[in-house]
């Protein structure tokens, strides 16, 4: 079992930046492929950004140039670099770990609000 929490969501203005943290814990951290997805109220949960255990980026296109998904092994943690923020991507970020060699997960974190608004 992996429990993931995220932090690093807030209120910022159009143009603005952020970063987003999980922090992984209960496994091994760098088998895992590891993604931030968001939702927004009567919308289905999307994919932003994924990268695999091998270091492998994968970005929506809503996203490319904009943000950057990275990870450290050494502290259990993926982030979501956030620039260039707009309004639409106001959304509860969440984290997600899963393992496809080894049959893991997938696991979800509770969310971080990003509101982008002037």
């Known amino acids: 079992q992996v429990q993931l929490v995220e932090s690093g969501g807030g209120l910022v203005q159009p143009g603005g930046s952020l970063r987003l943290s999980c922090a992984a814990s209960?496994?091994?951290?760098?088998?895992?492929?590891m993604g931030w997805y968001r939702q927004t109220p009567g919308k289905q949960r999307e994919l932003v950004a994924h990268i695999t255990s091998d270091g492998i980026t994968n970005y929506a296109d809503s996203v490319k140039g904009r943000f950057t998904i990275s990870r450290e092994n050494a502290k259990n943690t993926v982030y979501l670099q956030m620039n260039s923020l707009k309004p639409e991507d106001t959304a509860t970020y969440y984290c997600?770990?899963?393992?496809?060699?080894?049959?893991?997960?997938?696991?979800w974190g509770k969310g971080t609000l990003v509101t982008v608004s002037s």
């Open positions: 209960g496994d091994i951290f760098s088998i895992y492929t």
């Open positions: 997600n770990a899963v393992s496809t060699i080894y049959v893991r997960g997938p696991y």
